[in-house]
């Protein structure tokens, strides 16, 4: 049993919460370094030095993708190495092979295993097991590639994160948790106006507040907003939730619109991780209005990726 131990330098990249300033820090740069090495490149460019050439990755899809499916499957074509698509549905393991059993077949035939998951237990279970390093690209609990690619965008619009205001506002869902760790990690303040029913988990508030993290929530969206450098929401509806009227009732007064944009600073941003429900979550005039950013967001998917994929092969 590895016990997410893998031989250095490889490394899992399992949540923002297991890793430190440093590390965090140089994904983000070399990320920005890999961006800007294919300026001016077609999309099908393969960086010169084919860092990854001898690398593959199975890419474990037990839920629907777009933008984590093809940045992944992108990045590691662009630094020369191999992809593998597979969905869970049509592999053994959507008929009953474990988790465990999985991993250690597939760390025989790839050199790293990305896995977006129904449940992190089986992310954990995968790194156990796994002799190579494991990537989450999502689960129920977290998403944290999807936060690093919002504070690589965050920093290339309005510098180092450290010490602005990002405000959530709806569902404190995969992403919001993903966000209380990069807020600990970064040292941003965050704010989550979220309702009552729909809060993060208290174990992640308390964990930020016991790591010195800058981390509120509030049931006020207006009062949050106040003053933010940042507006961040998800859909209301994430992949497997139930009712969702009920939940789109209770979440409504959490919509990040114009009226709530007022309340920002006036070159404050709107992310959004999409998919978006328009009308929803966000009204249109906001996410095609000019505080949004979400194409850069979407797009630094694809060079986060790569630093990510670098940063486990220890490269
Ligand atoms: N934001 C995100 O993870 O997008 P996909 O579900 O399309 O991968």
Known sequence: MSNFI???PYRHFLDLAALNVGEAREIIEKARALKAAGQGHGKGYIH????LADRSLAMIFEKPSTRTRVSFEMAIHQLGGTA?????NDMQLGRGETVADTAQVLSGFVDAIMLRADSHDSLLEMAEYATVPVINALTDFSHPCQVMADVLTFEEHLGPIRDKKIVWSGDGNNVAVSWIHAAVLFGCELTLACPKQFSPPTQILEWAANNGGRVTLTHDPAA????????VTDTWISMGDRNPEERIA?????????????????????????????????????IDGPH???WDEAENRLHIQKSILMWCFGR
């Open 6 to 8: 893998l031989s250095p």
């Open 48 to 51: 010169p030095d084919q860092p």
């Open 84 to 88: 593998i698509v597979l969905q869970g």
């Open 224 to 231: 949050a907003a106040t003053g933010a450098d940042c507006v």
């Open 250 to 286: 209770i979440l409504a007064p959490f919509q990040v619109n114009r009226k709530l944009m007022r309340q920002t600073k006036k070159d404050s941003l709107f992310m959004h991780c999409l998919p978006a429900h328009r009308g929803d979550e966000v009204t249109d005039e906001v």
């Open 292 to 294: 949004s950013v979400i």
